[in-house]
């Protein structure tokens, strides 16, 4: 005979304990970890380099690439001039709470203010793992059309910023900016969102301050 | 392939579990899956048995529970099934609704062998 023990816990319980761990310490140490995620080709490199000289000479910034097998983006962000470690994470479609606590590590925290996860480009699975990160931003560019919060709503439902990257090609696209914002505050009212160009660097003051007072927030709080 | 991150995380919660609650050999592991959860179900059954071995999971069974990704609809109120009608209440039309159920990913339950009474 078998007997039946009810057990009842979700799967992603010891991932967000971990989590929950990890955010707690980075408070502790008033040191702000941003997870940004996005789709590959969003742009998502470009951003973090017009952002890092945004913050030059206020915030001391740490990134942690995590694209898969190469350190193309790690070297030019690196000449960006921030401190940076490449995560190889072998064909993985998400980094967890533990990974991302390696990724710190091998980064090395003492020195900076700011660390940014640069996660896998995918909008589905890096939606699922919390990270640990004290806030989540995600970049969504023009030429991926306005559709995408209805195609993949966990990753806007998630994430506290919405960049829309790309502004300088809108008028090439059938992107419609209000239906993807509409579509976006319907899935998370309190979603703040950024429509930038890290081409032009128009918008990206915007989100900069966004950033800075995130940052301010948690080091207050 | 989240997976097989998935897996060898319950894996791990389960033989946890067994070891706090002093249960030696367990005859299946129940899952639980939201029909709207990032889970395939048939993905989840391939990692599961490819993870197990090594471990005290070895020769279990796996069972998979899934659940209905039902939805109610904000205009009308009437609760129907999300994925059947591709999210548009097959009453009024709205695409507007709250989840009930459907998002869950759980270990559900194990099944042990009874002592057979001496």
Redesign the interface.
């Known amino acids: 005979?078998?007997?039946?023990?009810?057990?009842?816990?979700?799967?992603?319980?010891?991932?967000d304990r971990e989590a929950d761990a990890l955010r707690a310490e980075l408070k502790g140490k008033g040191l702000f970890l941003l997870n940004l995620m996005s789709s590959p080709g969003s742009g998502k490199t470009t951003t973090l380099v017009r952002t890092l000289e945004a913050l030059r000479g206020e915030l001391r910034v740490g990134i942690m690439e995590a694209d898969i097998d190469s350190d193309v983006d790690a070297r030019t962000v690196q000449d960006a001039g921030a401190k940076t470690v490449q995560l190889h994470t072998g064909?993985?479609?998400?980094l967890?709470a533990g990974m991302t606590r390696q990724g710190l590590e091998a980064l090395g925290t003492e020195d900076i203010d700011l660390a940014i996860l640069e996660n896998i480009g995918n909008l589905?699975?890096p939606a699922?793992?919390d990270t640990g990160a004290s806030k989540s931003a995600m970049i969504l560019s023009v030429p991926e059309g306005d559709d995408k919060p209805l195609k993949y709503p966990?990753m806007f439902t998630v994430c506290d910023c919405l960049i829309i990257n790309k502004m300088d090609v809108l008028p090439y696209f059938d992107f419609d900016l209000d239906a993807a914002c509409e579509r976006a505050r319907?899935l998370n009212p309190n979603i703040e969102i950024i429509p930038i160009s890290a081409k032009t660097g128009e918008g990206v003051e915007k989100w900069a301050d966004w950033l800075r007072g995130q940052v301010k927030a948690w080091k207050e709080k | 392939m989240h997976e097989m991150t998935l897996a060898i995380s319950a894996i791990k919660s389960v033989i946890e579990f067994a070891r706090d609650n002093d249960i030696d050999e367990i005859d299946t592991v129940v899952l639980e899956i939201g029909e709207l959860s990032l889970v395939v179900p048939q993905y989840m059954e391939d990692a599961y048995y490819a993870a197990v071995p090594g471990t005290m999971l070895e020769h279990t069974k796996l069972r998979m529970d899934i659940v209905p990704g039902n939805g109610i609809c904000r205009d009308c109120g009437k609760v129907y099934n999300i994925i059947e009608h591709k999210g548009r209440c097959p009453v009024c039309g709205s695409e507007s609704k709250d989840i009930l159920s459907g998002e869950e990913f759980n270990i559900k339950e194990l099944l042990v062998l009874e002592d057979e009474p001496e």
């Open positions: 005979m078998l007997r039946t023990i009810e057990i009842k816990e979700s799967v992603f319980a010891n991932n064909g993985m479609c998400h967890t589905v699975c699922e793992f966990l319907r």
